[in-house]
């Protein structure tokens, strides 16, 4: 099956199945959001991640956590994930 994208300012905007007026055609794995410099679709480049700072309820788990007054397993499960992941922990 053929594939037919529309382009804004270098951009795939659509997709579909047939041929329309401002659309050319592509590969079927092109999708919407993929760059074309006029020859190719690319993905573009994804941006690195930021690093969430921990939430009051987090840090103040994780303060109890480093002092003692807890151990991991009373913490509930998706705050130990994160003050566990978080690479301020001083263990």
Do not use: H, W
Not at 47 to 71: C, H, I, R, W, Y
Request: proline share 8%.
């Amino acid at each position: 099956m053929n594939y037919f994208v529309k382009i804004d300012n270098g951009v795939v905007v659509q997709k579909q199945p047939y041929k329309a007026e401002g659309f050319i055609k592509a590969p079927k794995d092109v999708v919407c959001g993929m760059l074309y410099d006029g020859e190719n679709f690319t993905k573009p480049e994804q941006p690195e991640p930021q690093e969430q700072p921990l939430s009051d309820l987090e840090q103040f788990a994780k303060n109890l956590l480093d002092s003692g007054k807890v151990t991991e397993a009373e913490i509930p499960q998706g705050i130990r994930e994160r003050i566990l992941q978080d690479k301020r922990i001083s263990k």
